[in-house]
């Protein structure tokens, strides 16, 4: 086992005297489950958790991370559509929607009426030869995935976690990663909506091909999505491997690692001049294995590291590098659903830009920079790659992208998300993800969104008293307060 170095070698205090270092060898897969892969009991204990959760309190709401949070004078909860319809009859005033609350930008909140639409939620019908999926916009995507599985199909692709609602994931264009693969509402063949006026519209990809591309990603602009029908492919298995590369090798390979790999991502290890690759492969062999659950905490180690020798940059990376065991790696073979989502024990604040394909490593190199220039920041940096897709609000739209993640402690300052970030994305013509953190405003996000006009005159037909609008989203589209 390879300890962290003594006081007398570092000429510092580590944390615990013999504490071992999150990145040492055995230790891939506590990195996993810090930053995203679960084991069948962490799922199995979400899964659980978010079954039992009831009807949400007409009381104070605030998303995952904590950062937003309202107070609404009505919730709405109703238990099917024609309930839901009555319900908006009956209200004034602005409305919005809530999925499961993992977006960290103010797309939620509201002092006026929230509606959620938890009790909506489940399958309504699967077509095995059309291949596709009819669900309730409140299903949550491991619920939908674990559906799917037992009728032998499954999504194409899935985010690092899998709690959030379908509505709520493709109202702001969820991703996973994988260079051939788009994000989730690239799949959307129809959806149903009820706009504010109690309609109900139906959008069908042959009859409606100008609604659906806006109502892809909506950012719940539209109305209240009741359903989503999906197309789906057949169940697989998926054969993972995770290993730790020197940053500049990771970088260098990236681009083929991506073309080679269904689904291959890396999280650059700050200060350490590590990178940790995963990448998954489609498995069709019997010995199906999940990896063995650890203890050890990766992101308290890093963030051990940081408080230790957070101000001594050089040595915080001497110390890293010396603790890492380059020849670890880490292997296992299940379902796709079972290994690509996961469970994140540790809240965080998050920002995410989406660049041109061919940007992205040399966008990254920049972020890195710019981190390690803060010695406060000690979380993993995210990279994936994600295919366009032609949805008019989509951050992938017309264009193959690569998609950079960078988190602070949901406890620290985030600030330095927006600010640091924005110039250097903004160079790389980066679009932001619509549920994580960013300041961009109406000017600057209609000259990224070429069918930005063609979106904003949807929405008024859907919405023309604009009760869907709240303060961010006013800002977000360049409407004056009501
Ligand atoms: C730990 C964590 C991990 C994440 N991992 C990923 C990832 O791997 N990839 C990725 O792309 N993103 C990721 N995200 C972001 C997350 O997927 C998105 O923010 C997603 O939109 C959240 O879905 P939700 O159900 O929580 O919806 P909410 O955050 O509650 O709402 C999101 C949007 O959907 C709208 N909405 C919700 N329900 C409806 C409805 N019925 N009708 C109309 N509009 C509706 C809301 O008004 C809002 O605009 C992650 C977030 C967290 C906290």
Redesign the pocket.
């Known amino acids: 086992m390879i300890r962290l170095p003594t006081a007398s070698t570092t000429h510092a205090h580590p944390p615990s005297a013999g504490r071992r270092l999150v990145l040492q060898g055995g230790a891939s897969l506590a990195l996993l489950q810090a930053l995203g892969a679960a084991t069948l009991t962490h799922l199995a204990a979400a899964t659980d958790a978010e079954a039992d959760t009831p009807p949400p309190a007409p009381s104070r709401w605030q998303?995952?991370?904590g950062l937003q949070q309202a107070t609404p004078a009505r919730w709405l909860t109703p238990a099917d559509e024609d309930a839901l319809r009555e319900a908006l009859a009956r209200t004034q005033g602005e409305l919005?929607?809530?999925?499961?609350?993992?977006?960290?930008t103010a797309?939620?909140p509201t002092s006026a009426t929230l509606?959620s639409?938890d009790r909506l939620a489940g399958v309504v019908d699967i077509d095995p030869v059309a291949r596709t999926v009819t669900a309730w916009?409140?299903t949550r995507i491991q619920a939908l995935a674990r559906a799917l599985d037992a009728q032998g199909l499954a999504l194409r692709n899935q985010?690092?976690?899998d709690?959030?609602?379908l509505?709520?994931?493709i109202?702001?264009?969820?991703?996973?990663t994988g260079a051939t693969l788009p994000?989730l509402h690239d799949d959307v063949v129809a959806m149903r909506?009820v706009t504010p006026d109690g309609r109900v519209r139906m959008l069908r990809a042959e009859h409606e091909p100008d609604e659906l591309a806006a109502a892809r990603v909506?950012?719940?602009?539209?109305?209240?999505?009741?359903q989503v029908t999906l197309r789906v492919v057949p169940a697989f298995n998926l054969h993972r491997t995770v290993w730790l590369e020197p940053l500049e090798a990771m970088l260098a390979q990236a681009p083929a690692l991506a073309a080679r790999h269904r689904h291959f991502e890396f999280y650059v290890l700050p200060f350490t001049g590590y990178a940790a690759g995963i990448r998954h492969d489609v498995y069709t062999g019997q010995d199906l294995a999940l990896p063995q659950p650890a203890d050890e905490d990766v992101l308290g180690d890093l963030k051990a590291l940081r408080d230790w020798l957070g101000r001594f940059p050089a040595l915080r990376q001497w110390v890293a590098q010396r603790a890492i065991d380059p020849a670890m790696r880490e292997e296992a073979r299940h379902r796709s659903f079972r290994l690509l989502s996961s469970v994140?024990a540790t809240r965080?604040n998050?920002t995410?830009w989406h660049v041109p394909r061919a940007q992205g490593i040399a966008c990254l190199r920049e972020v890195v920079r710019r981190i390690e220039q803060r010695n406060e920041a000690f979380f993993p940096i995210e990279f994936r790659y994600v295919r366009g897709d032609g949805a008019w609000l989509s951050p992938f739209h017309g264009r193959d992208s690569c998609?950079i993640a960078i988190h602070a402690a949901a406890d620290e300052p985030w600030q330095y998300l927006l600010s640091d970030f924005l110039p250097l994305m903004q160079r790389h013509q980066g679009r932001p993800?619509?549920?994580?953190l960013h300041s961009l405003r109406a000017r600057e996000l209609a000259a990224l969104y070429p069918r930005w006009a063609d979106f904003q005159a949807v929405r008024q037909r859907f919405d023309p008293q604009q009760r869907m609008l709240n303060a961010h989203l006013r800002q977000l589209f360049g409407v004056a307060a009501a």
């Open positions: 998303n995952w991370s919005r929607p809530v999925g499961s609350g993992h977006s960290f797309l939620v509606v639409l916009a409140g985010p690092d976690v709690v959030q609602t509505a709520g994931a109202a702001t264009g969820t991703h996973g994000a909506i909506s950012l719940g602009a539209l109305g209240l999505v009741t994140r965080f998050e995410e998609s993800h619509w549920g994580k």
